[in-house]
Structures are given as C-alpha cells and as structure tokens.
C-alpha cells in the first residue's frame, strides 16, 4: 500500500500486524517510513525507536532516522544517526551524501568535503553530490577545484542553472571574468529573470572595461 501512496492505510495495516506481533522490527520500521512520508515526524520516530531497539542494526532505519532529524534542524544529531549507519554499510551511498548535507549545516567544511567526495566516489552520476561538493570547495575558497566539480554537474545537467551560476561565482573568486561573465550569460539562456545573474554579468562587464581602460592608461 506505500507504493501506491495509500499511507494512512499502510499504517492501519503495520497497527494491525503489531497487534499480533508487536516485536515484528519490520512492521515498526515500515510504520515509521509512512509517517515520514507523510511528514509526522514525531510518530515516524517513535516508530523507527522501535524498530531499532528490536534491530539496531536496521540500517534504513537509521537513515531515516537522521533524514528527519536534518528536516528538523538537528543537525548533530543527524550526523549521529548518519555515522551508526556507515558503521554497518560503509558504501551507503545516500548516506554520505546526507552526512555532508549535516556537516555543511554545522559548517565543517572539511569533513563535508570529504563525506561529498566519498559520495560522488560510490555514485559518479550524483549531480546534487557533485553541486554540493562545489559548493563546499567555495566555502574553502578553493575555486579551481569548486570548477571541476561543477563541470562534473554539467556533463549531467547541461542546463542546470544554479551550476552555472555558481560556477560563475567560482571563477569570480578566480579572477577570470569573462570566463566568468559567459557562465551568467548561460544562467540567463536558462532564466532571463534571474536578477542575481543580471547583477553580477553588469558588474564584471564593468570590471573588465576598468581594465581594459588601466590596460590602455599604462
């Protein structure tokens, strides 16, 4: 019944189930995962408790138990459940991914770093893994490697704007703005109503002709 998105009778189901085997870790935890999609936190995660003191090895649980944590601004938190889950799999691939997440709202660049590269390491074709890792390599002012990152990106989403854009913020950092100038040019292809896009291509368009004009002074 989940996959047909009928949750509320899923969840009448798992009650059912529970009644007759109320230590079926199973039931609790698919019970607490239709919760979660119906975004009642708080009995998704008395749910996945109750899972995980039958199983605490019921790694999905534990995942989820960390997304909602995230969904909730506790990001430390999430960061536990997140690492109890790459204990058991340490190739969980969206695990990775939501540790970085966690790691860049507590801004720890640099464990974010690492936690998105592991990320992009098990799934290549992860465009949002490799957009956050981006992201992340801004933050360390590390606008080179912040570049290669987006490319990777745009090899998957050729027209992803907020790539383009902060690839564009990236080889600002650089000091390469005509490189810079056509990668907002490429956001407004995408959204000519993109005011930040409009902004920054004005205001290198007139940093570049400031030195051309130093150019031609000299």
């Given amino acids: ?8 009778e899923a969840i009448a189901a798992y009650d059912k189930t529970l009644s007759l085997a109320p230590d079926f870790d199973l039931a609790w935890y698919n019970r ?16 996945l408790a109750q899972a995980l003191r039958l199983n605490p090895k019921n790694e999905q649980a534990l995942f989820y138990q960390g997304v909602i944590a995230y969904d909730r601004k506790n990001y430390q938190m999430a960061l536990e459940s997140f690492d109890q889950v790459l204990v058991i799999n340490p190739d969980h691939e969206p695990t990775w991914f ?25 799934n290549p074709k992860n465009p949002q ?16 490697d912040a570049v290669g990152a987006y490319d990777q990106v745009l090899k998957l989403e050729p027209k992803n704007e907020a790539t383009w854009f902060n690839r564009g913020l990236a080889l600002t950092g650089l000091r390469r703005y005509e490189e810079a100038i056509s990668n907002f ?10 005011q930040d896009a409009q902004e920054f291509w004005q205001n290198l368009q007139q940093q570049v002709q400031r030195q051309k004009y130093r150019t031609v002074e000299v």
């Fill in 98 to 122: 939501n540790r970085g997440l966690s790691l860049e709202q507590l801004d720890r660049y640099e464990l974010a770093l690492e936690a998105f590269t592991q990320a992009v390491r098990l």
């Fill in 129 to 144: 893994a490799w957009f956050k890792q981006g992201n992340v390599l801004i933050e360390l002012t590390r606008y080179e």
């Fill in 185 to 194: 040019e490429e956001v407004l292809k995408i959204n000519p109503d993109n």
């Fill in 1 to 8: 019944m989940s996959r047909l998105k009928r949750y509320p």
């Fill in 32 to 47: 607490g995962y239709a919760f979660y999609l119906l975004q009642q936190y708080p009995e998704a995660e008395t749910s």
